[in-house]
Nanobody
């Protein structure tokens, strides 16, 4: 069974940096897309950053220049490096992956979420 295992997160002061990692475990054919989403208290979930198997990346306007998404040395991992963090970045961050389980089957997966809290 495919699972997304997240690590990182925690409490950081404003202006600080933090990295989140996510690894897809289990058996699958390939990973099409990996992304990080976040949901702040009382707000809708929003896309933070995404990367595709082709290497393209995209970022929310609110994090451009402050975040970098990258695939790890192992192709089943993705990392989100965040810097110049602001209290507004406080949220539960969740890893997402679109995975090909066969040549004709693609499934969406979510991690359990990790809390990022930025203190002012």
């Amino acid at each position: 069974q495919v699972q997304l295992v997240e690590s990182g997160g925690g409490l950081v002061q404003a202006g600080g940096s933090l990295s989140l990692s996510c690894a897809a475990t289990g058996r699958f054919l390939s990973i099409i897309r990996m992304a990080w989403y976040r949901q702040a208290l009382g707000k809708q979930r929003e896309l933070v950053a995404a990367t595709t198997s082709g290497g393209s990346t995209s970022y929310a306007d609110s994090v451009k220049g402050r975040c970098t998404i990258s695939r790890g040395n192992a192709s089943n991992t993705v990392e989100l490096q965040m810097s110049s963090l602001e209290p507004e970045d406080t949220a539960v961050y969740s890893c997402y992956a679109l995975i090909a389980n066969s040549m004709s089957r693609y499934d969406n997966y979510w991690g359990q979420g990790t809390q990022v809290t930025v203190s002012s």
